[in-house]
């Protein structure tokens, strides 16, 4: 793997440049650290999200982490709905590209991270009382320890949004 520094941005702080390996496993820690790991592949469909979040609560169960799942399930729910909404928004010259989701965990936590083509970075946004979106950045914020994202390598383009999960469920003041 080649030393070439790549940025990768957390919660509202200034990009960081990382090694590539580095930038592939955030939270910055070895991609053997994290021994569990499941792939799945979507359609940029409206009903995408909700396979998603399906998918992760299943393989949560499976792995003996299901004290994660409710948790992990609104987090790759929200994080698949944007990827949907941005990837859906582009004219793509050809046929319209997938959303990727992937789920690791050192069995103390889970990561999940979901990939899609378009390179513009996730962005929270104020959302008014009556507002139907802009939510979602907040509840991932307010489940996870710390979420950012980053860009692969040039030749697989598009960006990675990531968050981790360290907690089982959020605490009463998670939304006070």
């Not at 990768?8 to 994290?34: C, F, M, Y």
């Not at 590209?97 to 069995?107: Q, R």
């Not at 009382?129 to 980053?150: F, K, M, Q, Y």
Request: one cysteine or more.
């Amino acid at each position: 793997m080649n030393g070439a520094l790549l940025p990768i941005h957390g919660d509202g702080e200034k990009p960081v440049e990382l090694t590539q390996e580095q930038a592939w496993s955030p939270p910055r820690r070895s991609p053997a650290a994290w021994p569990r790991r499941s792939h799945l592949e979507l359609g940029a469909y409206p009903t995408a999200p909700g396979s998603a979040r399906g998918h992760a609560g299943n393989v949560l169960r499976e792995w003996r982490l299901g004290q994660f799942a409710e948790a992990a399930e609104v987090v790759v729910s929200e994080l698949v709905t944007n990827s949907v909404q941005a990837t859906r928004a582009v004219r793509w010259p050809t046929r319209q590209p997938p959303v990727g989701l992937w789920l690791v965990s050192d069995g103390s936590s889970v990561l999940v991270r979901v990939w899609d083509a378009v390179t513009s970075p996730p962005e929270r946004r104020p959302a008014g009382l009556e507002d139907e979106c802009g939510r979602g950045l907040a509840i991932v914020t307010a489940l996870c320890s710390d979420w950012g994202h980053h860009y692969p390598p040039p030749d697989t383009g598009g960006k990675i949004t990531w968050a981790h999960i360290t907690s089982p469920w959020m605490t009463e003041e998670a939304f006070s």
